[in-house]
């Protein structure tokens, strides 16, 4: 359950980065209301999360799937540039926190 938890919340992770650039610096409403709804929601789940893993997996991943999440969107949106060595280096984030999950 620990595990399903930190990977929503990396989820969020995500979410509210993502709105963090649609703000503005806190001027648009919708984002600013999308931004604290996803980072209460990432902050509680990342914490319910190290009850039962050790903190530095536990906030390894949950960086990790909130870094690749967010840069992922946004090449897919056409925000960033979609470049072989970036999805390589993604690609290798990815690796790394399934790693940490298959050691732990």
């Not at 595990?3 to 993502?18: H, M, Q, Y």
């Not at 980072?39 to 991943?61: F, I």
């Amino acid at each position: 359950m620990y595990w399903l938890v930190l990977i929503l919340s990396g989820g969020l992770e995500a979410v509210w980065a993502t709105a963090l650039d649609r703000t503005e610096g806190f001027t648009r409403l919708a984002p600013t209301l999308v931004f604290g709804v996803g980072l209460a929601g990432s902050m509680a789940g990342l914490a319910y999360a190290m009850r039962g893993l050790p903190v530095g997996t536990a906030y390894a991943v949950w960086v990790g799937i909130g870094a690749v999440l967010t840069a992922g969107y946004a090449m897919w949106t056409g925000q960033e540039p979609v470049t072989a060595v970036r999805v390589l280096l993604l690609a290798g984030i990815v690796g790394c926190v399934l790693g940490l999950k298959l050691t732990h």
